[in-house]
């Protein structure tokens, strides 16, 4: 009912930047709370940043003063930029929309992008 696409990820050297992107759709009215996770090999999946629609966001401790969240909301679109990117930053990257309203005034839980993998080289 609502598909999540990420793009941007990418291979880049410690100190540079990507912009992830993670489109919504589907018969969307509105969506609460959009996000991005990561999952690095070995390890659980952890909250990278969260924006509500007001604009309110939510960082994890180690990507603050790094990364900057941002939406769309008439686009359905959350950005990650991540700039003085380093080692330990590489992971799959999932997007993630919480409190999806749809036109049908159905509310949804959760839904999850396919992932988009960040490796960032030393």
């Known amino acids: 009912q609502v598909q999540l696409v990420e793009s941007g990820g990418g291979l880049v050297q410690a100190g540079g930047s990507l912009r992830l992107s993670c489109a919504a759709s589907g018969s969307i009215f509105s969506i609460n709370v959009m996000g991005w996770y990561r999952q690095a090999p070995g390890k659980q999946r952890e909250l990278v940043a969260l924006?509500?629609?007001?604009?309110?966001?939510n960082y994890a401790d180690s990507v603050k003063d790094r990364f900057t969240i941002s939406r769309d909301n008439a686009k359905n679109t959350v950005y990650l930029q991540m700039n003085s990117l380093k080692p330990d930053d590489t992971a799959v990257y999932y997007c993630?929309?919480?409190?999806?309203?749809?036109?049908?005034?159905?509310?949804?839980?959760?839904?999850w992008g396919q992932g988009t993998q960040v490796t960032v080289s030393s």
């Open positions: 924006i509500t629609s007001s604009g309110s966001t």
């Open positions: 993630n929309a919480d409190g999806v309203r749809l036109t049908t005034m159905v509310l949804l839980k959760s839904s």
